[in-house]
C-alpha cells in the first residue's frame, strides 16, 4: 500500500453537502443545462406587504414577480415530493459556499407568519438561523452534484444513471 504524505488530508478542500429535491422535468433541465437554476415567478404580496403596496383597481392583490432561490437542506427527504422525488447530492467546496449570496428564509413564507408566533419547521430557516436549510439566489453548476437518490432509495446512483433514467445520456 503506497504511503499517504503527513499533509495530505489538509490539503484536500473541505466540502459542504446539501440535497437538492426536484422531480423528472426540472432534473431533465438542470443535467441538460448544466446547473440548477434560480427561477423568477409571481406569488400573491402578503399582507404585512399590504401597506407598502396597492392593490389592484378591482380590490385583489397585486401580483410580485421575483427571483426564486435555489431550495436546498442539510438532510435528505426534507423537501420530499412524493416517489417521483429525485435528490440531488451537492458538495460545494467550503471556500465557494461561505460567499455565496443565499435569504435567511424560505420565501414562502410571509414575515407576517412569523411575526404571529407560530410554530414553522426548521426547513423554513437557513442553516446559519438555525434552520436545516440554505436558500442560495445564485445557480449551482452541476459540477457540485456527485450524485443522486432515486425515490426513497438508500443507494446513492452516479450522475451517469440519473442521466440515463430520464433519456439524456450523452
Known amino acids: 500500500m503506497p504511503k499517504v504524505p503527513k ?12 440535497y437538492h429535491a426536484t422531480t423528472d ?22 399582507e404585512a406587504d399590504l401597506q407598502h403596496k396597492k392593490k389592484n ?4 392583490f397585486v401580483y410580485v414577480e421575483e427571483t426564486r432561490p435555489v431550495f436546498t437542506s442539510r438532510r435528505r427527504g426534507e423537501w420530499d415530493m412524493g416517489p417521483e422525488t429525485k435528490t440531488l447530492v451537492l458538495e460545494i467546496p467550503e471556500s465557494v459556499y461561505k460567499g455565496m449570496k443565499r435569504t435567511d428564509l424560505n ?11 407560530l ?13 436545516s436549510a440554505d436558500f442560495f439566489m445564485e445557480d ?10 432515486i425515490g426513497k432509495s438508500r443507494k ?4 451517469d444513471s440519473l442521466r440515463h433514467l430520464l433519456e439524456l445520456d450523452k
Open 140 to 149: 449551482l453548476p452541476i459540477d457540485y452534484a456527485v450524485g443522486g437518490y
Open 7 to 18: 499533509n495530505f488530508l489538509d490539503k484536500m478542500e473541505k466540502v459542504i453537502r446539501r
Open 57 to 60: 383597481p378591482d380590490g385583489t
Open 156 to 159: 446513492m446512483v452516479p450522475l
Open 107 to 117: 420565501p414562502d413564507y410571509a414575515p407576517g407568519v412569523q411575526k404571529r408566533g
Open 25 to 46: 422535468e426540472p432534473l431533465r433541465g438542470i443535467l441538460s443545462q448544466g446547473s440548477i437554476r434560480t427561477t423568477t415567478g409571481k406569488h400573491n404580496v402578503y
Open 119 to 131: 410554530g414553522l419547521p426548521e426547513k423554513v430557516y437557513s442553516v446559519d438561523r438555525g434552520g
